[in-house]
């Protein structure tokens, strides 16, 4: 388990640059090496499905974020320092904390002893379904209705974020732009 | 920044032109072991999906948009909403929603487990077609900078 301390060590070092680096592209990068770390936790954690998953979801992110930002010029945000707003912060994260470690002690330790439900899906799962990735078995044949809510939730957002983008939205700001252009020169 | 050629240099067009093709099998290879080995539609439709961005990062998005056009990802798309739900509703055959009514196969089989390959296709066509029309979406949006 020491290698996964190093490995959230890590990730909290890069969010916490991704957070407070001025540049912007820089910033990007420091996302995408936490979701790496992150992706290699999943492994150490032996769970190769989440571990693929996160990868290449990452890399596609971090190429449209890339691609999204690189070109863009964007003021950076003017920081004052305000007091209150920090104590508030670190008061809320503090007390967070304390009944985060009262609710969290009683807790079962990680992966012992194994819960009833997944004991069935253990025990059952190649028998009922055939497949033997039991990840795939338990997404795709026990809990398939919560996969139909997950696709329809990402149909919705593919659809949202088309609508939003369309062409016919956007020629309208050009117009307005342009016409404002003209009337400044 | 209007060059002759769209897209980037000589060197990654090249380079290109010999990995996409192993990304996209790769891809493939994901979504249909995803009930033998880990993997699965999601990550095969995000691969599949990468592949078809890679080309349209290296040779610009006219040759991307021939290859996988809009209308056809947004095609795709539905077609595999569609798909998967009518896998579900098919279950009523056996007697309730998603009920795996092909026969299981021997394990570890490529052809083994019912209905779960065919819905590891699903949604694949419908994560993969999703996701690159949101990206051509995002590529062909210009949004005028607002002078100050």
């Known amino acids: 388990m020491f290698e996964l301390y190093v490995l959230l060590l890590f990730m909290i070092i890069g969010a916490i640059i991704a957070v407070e680096i001025k540049d912007l592209l820089s910033s990007v990068v420091a996302v995408g090496a936490v979701g790496l770390g992150l992706s290699v936790a999943f492994l150490i954690l032996k769970a190769p499905d989440l571990a693929i998953t996160q990868l290449v979801v990452e890399i596609l992110c971090l190429i449209i974020l890339i691609r999204a930002t690189i070109k863009r010029d964007i003021p950076s945000v003017n920081r004052r320092k305000e007091v209150i707003n920090s104590v508030m912060a670190l008061l809320f994260i503090g007390g967070f904390l304390f009944f985060a470690y009262l609710a969290l002690k009683d807790l079962p330790s990680f992966g012992h002893p194994i819960m009833r439900v997944s004991q069935n899906y253990l025990a059952e799962g190649l028998k009922k379904t055939g497949a033997t990735n039991l990840v795939a078995s338990v997404i795709l044949d026990f809990r398939a209705y919560d996969t139909l809510g997950e696709a329809t939730i990402l149909f919705t957002a593919v659809i949202g974020v088309l609508t939003v983008l369309r062409r016919i939205g956007r020629k309208r700001v050009d117009e307005v732009a342009k016409e404002e252009d003209e009337y400044e020169n | ?148």
């Open chain 2, 1 to 148: 920044m209007k060059t002759k050629e769209p897209g980037m240099t000589l060197i990654v067009k090249t380079i290109t032109r010999l990995t996409v093709g192993l990304i996209l099998l790769y891809g493939i290879y994901i979504v249909t072991h995803g009930h033998v080995s880990p993997g699965g539609g999601f990550a095969g439709g995000v691969i599949i999906a990468l592949s078809f961005i890679h080309l349209m990062l290296a040779f610009g998005k006219d040759l991307a948009l021939k290859k996988l056009s809009r209308g056809a990802a947004s095609f795709f798309e539905s077609f595999g909403a569609i798909m998967f739900l009518t896998i579900g509703l098919l279950g009523f055959i056996g007697g309730y929603f998603f009920f795996n009514f092909f026969s299981k196969g021997k394990p570890f089989n490529l052809f083994s487990a019912g209905i779960i390959p065919l819905c590891n296709i699903a949604i694949c066509l419908k994560v993969g077609a999703g996701l690159f029309a949101v990206f051509v979406a995002l590529i062909l949006l210009e949004i005028p900078i607002r002078k100050e």
